[in-house]
């Protein structure tokens, strides 16, 4: 007597593409990713940038902009405590230094519209990438990759303009230095990332 063939319920064989399996899974309606899990097929790790999750980067953009505020809200030198006032060439006495104004600002005036450039322009970019990922732009799109290196970089310029002993010109190198390999790092495929790295370290021993 024949034994009554029962299907049999989980398979051990991942469904291949185009199986009666993956065509169910498509009709449930579940996404691509969960259905490759499901169907034990890792992910693919080396989406870059674009394989990062939305939700996560509206966080990191809402510390970042954080972190501007509050680096725009304590001025490095602090601020003059009390007024200090000079006697003029004709002999009336003017205040020179007003209680409350900052100190960056009256003794490193260029310095100061600097720092507070930064923290402003980083403020804004990290505004505008919460904003491109709230109407779902997408998140390799220029507007999320220009916002998120500008924004990033900005808390680097913020924090090397505040020391005080080091000079101005050499700190901006700086930080088109550091928006550069940032924009680098966000922007380029995996494989054409490494590529470069070892151009540019002189590690590349194949050649």
Do not use: K
Request: glycine letters at 8%.
């Amino acid at each position: 007597m024949d034994q009554q063939q029962y299907p049999t319920m989980y398979p051990s064989a991942p469904p291949t593409p185009g199986s009666n399996m993956e065509a169910g899974l498509v009709a449930t309606g579940l996404p691509v990713r969960r259905q490759q899990q499901l169907g034990g097929a890792a992910p693919d790790s080396r989406d870059g940038w674009a394989g990062n999750d939305p939700n996560t980067l509206i966080v990191v953009a809402t510390l970042i902009t954080a972190l501007n505020f509050l680096l725009g809200l304590s001025m490095p030198g602090g601020y003059w405590q009390t007024d200090q006032t000079v006697v003029s060439d004709a002999g009336s006495v003017v205040p020179r230094y007003r209680a409350g104004d900052p100190i960056m600002r009256d003794l490193h005036r260029p310095r100061y519209w600097v720092f507070r450039g930064a923290s402003w322009v980083g403020v804004a970019s990290s505004m505008v990438m919460t904003l491109s990922l709230l109407v779902r732009m997408p998140v390799g799109s220029r507007h999320v990759l220009w916002s998120f290196a500008v924004a990033y970089s900005s808390l680097v310029l913020t924090f090397i303009v505040s020391q005080s002993r080091t000079h101005l010109s050499l700190d901006i190198i700086i930080w088109v230095a550091v928006l550069a390999l940032i924009w680098l790092v966000i922007s380029l495929h995996p494989d054409h990332r490494a590529r470069v790295i070892r151009v540019l370290f002189c590690c590349d021993r194949d050649n």
